[in-house]
């Protein structure tokens, strides 16, 4: 596997208010009800999720994007 660079910048955030803006945005968005004649996709680019270190606020965050949690 070839590994991007990894960030310079740090990115420092609090957890709990991107967490309280992701669900604010849930509430807001408008998906499409499930119906067996429409798919529903959504891509994510994972390059490196892998191999750069991430902290558990990074891991958090992640996975309420994803929907589930950890």
Request: neutral net charge; aromatic residues 4%; glycine residues 2%.
């Amino acid at each position: 596997m070839i590994a991007l660079p990894k960030p310079r910048t740090s990115w420092d955030y609090e957890l709990e208010d991107e967490l309280a803006a992701l669900r604010a945005h849930r509430e807001e968005r408008e998906i499409p009800a499930k119906a067996t004649s429409r798919l529903l996709m959504a891509t994510w680019n994972i390059a490196n999720l892998g191999v750069q270190k991430r902290r558990e606020q990074d891991l958090r965050l992640i996975a309420e994007m994803l929907g589930c949690s950890i």
